[in-house]
T-cell receptor, first 112, second 114 residues
C-alpha cells in the first residue's frame, strides 16, 4: 500500500537552513504537501507541489520534488526559533482529492 | 482558505460513553473529511463525510463505531461511540474547497478516555 517516510528529528541552529526529507510510494499522487504542527495546535498547510513540477519556492520555503526517486524535500532558509514544530509530508492518493497519506512527521528543533 | 471551527477542543470521557464532535466551516465546501492522530503518531483518514448520504469509511473504520453526519455543505459531526482508552487521540476535521487542491484542517479535538 501507499507509504510515506520521514526522519523523526532534525536540529539546526538559528539562521541556518533546514532541510526536511520525505520519500513516498504512490507514483500516481497528484499533489504532495507539507504541513506544520505546533504543540497543541492543528495542522497548518505550509505549501504543496503539483506532481509535474520539480521545484516550488514560497518566501523562505523551497520544495524540491524528484519524481523518479519519489523524494520530496522542504528547505527552510534562515530558520528561526518560531519554526520549531513538527513537519508532516503527505501525498494525495492518486487523484482522490482530500485523501492524504501522511508521514510520521519530523520534529524540527531550532537552537538559538 | 476556509475557517474551520471544531467543538469541543478537548474532552475527558469515561469508557463506554460516546462523544460527538462538531465541525463548522465558514463557507460551503465540496468535501469534508475526518482524520485521527493517535498519540505521537501521524494522521490517518477515518472517512469522507458526504452531504446528504452515508459517509465513506476507510479500511479499519466502521460506521457503528464512528457514525458521521453531514446535513449540509458547511457542517459535519463525528461521533466516537462506546469509547475505550484506545480511542484517545486527536480528531481533526478537514475540508477541501471546490476546485482547490488545498486541504485545510481544523484545530482538532483532543480526546482522552479513562
Amino acid at each position: 500500500g501507499e507509504d510515506v517516510e520521514q526522519s523523526l528529528f532534525l536540529s539546526v541552529r538559528e539562521g541556518d537552513s533546514s532541510v526536511i526529507n520525505c520519500t513516498y510510494t504512490d507514483s500516481s499522487s497528484t499533489y504532495l504537501y507539507w504541513y506544520k504542527q505546533e504543540p497543541g495546535a492543528g495542522l497548518q498547510l505550509l505549501t504543496y507541489i503539483f506532481s509535474n513540477m520539480d521545484m516550488k519556492q514560497d518566501q523562505r520555503l523551497t520544495v524540491l520534488l524528484n519524481k523518479k526517486d519519489k523524494h520530496l524535500s522542504l528547505r527552510i532558509a534562515d530558520t528561526q526559533t518560531g519554526d520549531s514544530a513538527i513537519y508532516f509530508c503527505a501525498e494525495s492518493i492518486g487523484n482522490q482529492g482530500g485523501k492524504l497519506i501522511f508521514g510520521q512527521g519530523t520534529e524540527l528543533s531550532v537552537k538559538p | 482558505s476556509a475557517v474551520i471551527s471544531q467543538k469541543p477542543s478537548r474532552d475527558i470521557c469515561q469508557r463506554g460513553t460516546s462523544l460527538t464532535i462538531q465541525c463548522q466551516v465558514d463557507s460551503q465546501v465540496t468535501m469534508m473529511f475526518w482524520y485521527r492522530q493517535q498519540p505521537g503518531q501521524s494522521l490517518t483518514l477515518i472517512a469522507t463525510a458526504n452531504q446528504g448520504s452515508e459517509a465513506t469509511y476507510e479500511s479499519g473504520f466502521v460506521i457503528d463505531k464512528f457514525p458521521i453526519s453531514r446535513p449540509n455543505l458547511t457542517f459535519s459531526t463525528l461521533t466516537v461511540s462506546n469509547m475505550s482508552p484506545e480511542d484517545s487521540s486527536i480528531y481533526l476535521c478537514s475540508v477541501m474547497t471546490g476546485g482547490s487542491e488545498k486541504l485545510f484542517f481544523g484545530s482538532g479535538t483532543q480526546l482522552s478516555v479513562l
